[in-house]
C-alpha cells in the first residue's frame, strides 16, 4: 500500500516562477504528511492553453520547470507526476513525467487525444508507456487521453500491465455552468470507472483550480473535482468542486491482487470450448 497525495493546486495562466514555487511548497506539505506519490495538474507550470506556451515552455530534463520537480522529489524523498508545458527541437507539447524520489525522470507522456482548440500551442504525442516501481507498474495519461473513442488509450495501458494510471488533468467549466443540473464529476468519472472495473486498476486524475485568463477558453474555470477510482470501478475519493477549491487530498492505494489478464485471442478460444 502507498498513499497519494491528489495536489488539487491553483495553476495562474502564464506565472511559471509563481506556480512553480507553489507546487514546491505544495510537494513539500504532501510528504510532510507521509505521502509517497505527488500527483500534479496538467500544464501546471503555465496553465492550459496559455498563450505563453510559444514563449515559456522549457525541455526536458533540463528545463526550469522539470529541474524545480526533480530536485523536491530529491529533497523531499517523494515520487512526483506532473504535468507540463515542454519544448523540444520538434515542437512545443502537452507533457506529463514521473520522477522518482532520487530524482530520476522514469516516465515521460506526451498528451495524444488533444483537443482540436489546443492544436495550434500543442504538438500531438505518440506514444504510451508504464514503467515498474516498488509501488507497482504505474501508466500516465493526461486529461482527455480517457475520452478517447472506445477509451482505447487508457485501456491501452491496462493491456500494457498498469496497476495505477495517474492523469494530471485541467477540468474546466464554461461561465454559466451549473453544478447542481449536472456534476462535472460525473463527466469524467464515467470514462475512468469502467476501465478500472474492466482491468481491475487503481485510475486518478488531478485538475488544477482558478479561472483561465487567456487563449480558447478565457473566462472558463478550472474547477478541480479530481477522482480516484478504485478497481471495482468505485469513487475511492472525490475531491471538491469549485474555483477556489484548492486542497491535498491524500489516497490510501491498496494495489489489487488479480490473475494475469488474457489477452484477447485467449478469450477468443475460451469462448470456443
Not at 209 to 234: F, R, T
Request: hydrophobic share 40%.
Amino acid at each position: 500500500m502507498f498513499k497519494l497525495a491528489i495536489i488539487q493546486m491553483l495553476v495562474e495562466g502564464g506565472k511559471k516562477n509563481q506556480n512553480l514555487h507553489h507546487a514546491e511548497e505544495m510537494i513539500s506539505k504532501s510528504a510532510k504528511n507521509g505521502a509517497d506519490i505527488a500527483l500534479l495538474p496538467e500544464t501546471m507550470n503555465l496553465g492550459w492553453t496559455h498563450p505563453s506556451a510559444k514563449s515559456e515552455a522549457d525541455p526536458i530534463p533540463d528545463g526550469k520547470t522539470c529541474q524545480t520537480l526533480i530536485q523536491s522529489a530529491k529533497k523531499n524523498n517523494i515520487y512526483i507526476c506532473s504535468g507540463l508545458v515542454e519544448k523540444d527541437s520538434t515542437g512545443i507539447y502537452n507533457s506529463a513525467i514521473l520522477i522518482s524520489k532520487k530524482g530520476e525522470i522514469i516516465l515521460h507522456h506526451r498528451k495524444i487525444n488533444e483537443l482540436e482548440i489546443a492544436h495550434k500551442y500543442y504538438e500531438q504525442g505518440t506514444k504510451l508507456n508504464v514503467c515498474k516501481t516498488e509501488f507497482g507498474n504505474i501508466g500516465l495519461m493526461i486529461c482527455s487521453d480517457a475520452f478517447a473513442t472506445d477509451k482505447v488509450l487508457s485501456k491501452s495501458l491496462g493491456y500494457m500491465g498498469a496497476d495505477f494510471i495517474l492523469s494530471p488533468s485541467s477540468w474546466a467549466v464554461p461561465p454559466d455552468w451549473d453544478n447542481s443540473k449536472k456534476s462535472a464529476g460525473e463527466i469524467w468519472s464515467e470514462h475512468y470507472t469502467s476501465v478500472a472495473k474492466q482491468f481491475k486498476i487503481w485510475i486518478a486524475g488531478v485538475s488544477n483550480v482558478g479561472k483561465m485568463s487567456e487563449g480558447p477558453w478565457a473566462g472558463y474555470s478550472a474547477i478541480g473535482n479530481s477522482l480516484v477510482i478504485d478497481p471495482d470501478g468505485n469513487i475511492a475519493a472525490e475531491a471538491p468542486f469549485g474555483v477556489n477549491a484548492e486542497i491535498i487530498m491524500y489516497v490510501d492505494i491498496q494495489p489489487e491482487i488479480r490473475p494475469a489478464r488474457a489477452n484477447g485471442w485467449t478469450n477468443y478460444w475460451q469462448k470456443k470450448d
